[in-house]
């Protein structure tokens, strides 16, 4: 049973009557990452894109991470473009609830990045996580070069030859190949925005705490980030 919140339509009207909705503001947002207006500001900066179950999840994780200087919520690997929640929960569009986080490798390596998405989330359930079932919350690393996929290979076979986690990982690898939208901006930053609400309460807030206390090392917080 989910217990996930969904935000009333009343919300998505407001920002109509505004003349601003979700989906344009998401455009635009892919508009400046596929021309490279962002990126333009630190070119030194790159991006893993990583889905491991519910993005709210994932994106707590990350934005405590030193080095990381950036996290956006979104859907990736699906075959309509530009899906609103709902048609991804549908689980009809083919998409994965994923994070973009952009990182500064001088600060933080992309195998290190993985090593934390990895201790974070259970790479061994097929196509849900925990209580969250469908195939838009599958284990994937979707990634942006050559040198990214091999990386990524290279962790899973370390991680299977050591049996961290006794049973074997189905987390898929496959390039990004520009299939990537951002989420709705209620999706964005959701958990320090609502840290009282259920799922944030009872999911999102235990798997914070054990991410502090193994990677305290790793926490903005430790480093004056």
């Not at 400046?32 to 889905?51: C, K, Q």
């Not at 075959?79 to 001088?106: I, K, L, M, Q």
């Not at 609502?194 to 799922?199: A, D, H, K, R, T």
């Amino acid at each position: 049973m989910r217990v996930r919140y969904l935000p009333q339509r009343p919300l998505r009207t407001e920002r109509v009557r505004n003349g601003e909705t979700d989906r344009t503001s998401r455009r635009a947002c892919r508009l400046r990452s596929l021309t490279g207006v962002d990126s333009m500001a630190n070119e030194m900066l790159e991006t893993a894109t990583l889905g491991g179950g519910c993005f709210w999840c994932t994106e707590a994780v990350f934005l405590d991470v030193d080095g990381v200087t950036a996290v956006q919520s979104g859907y990736a690997g699906g075959h309509t473009r530009n899906p609103g929640y709902r048609d991804v929960c549908d689980g009809d569009t083919g998409h994965a609830e994923v994070v973009n986080v952009t990182f500064d490798p001088s600060r933080i390596g992309y195998r290190e990045i993985l090593e934390i998405f990895f201790a974070t989330h259970d790479p061994t359930q097929l196509n849900r996580q925990g209580n969250d079932v469908g195939t838009q919350y599958r284990s994937v690393v979707f990634t942006h070069s050559d040198a990214q996929r091999d990386t990524a290979l290279d962790v899973i076979r370390e991680l299977e030859r050591e049996q961290v986690f006794g049973q074997p990982i189905v987390t898929e690898v496959v390039p990004l190949d520009g299939n990537y939208w951002p989420a709705e901006d209620y999706h964005q930053n959701y958990y320090a925005r609502n840290p009282g609400q259920g799922y944030c309460a009872v999911v999102i807030g235990p798997k914070l705490a054990k991410f502090r206390q193994k990677f305290a090392h790793r926490l903005k917080s430790q480093r004056g980030a």
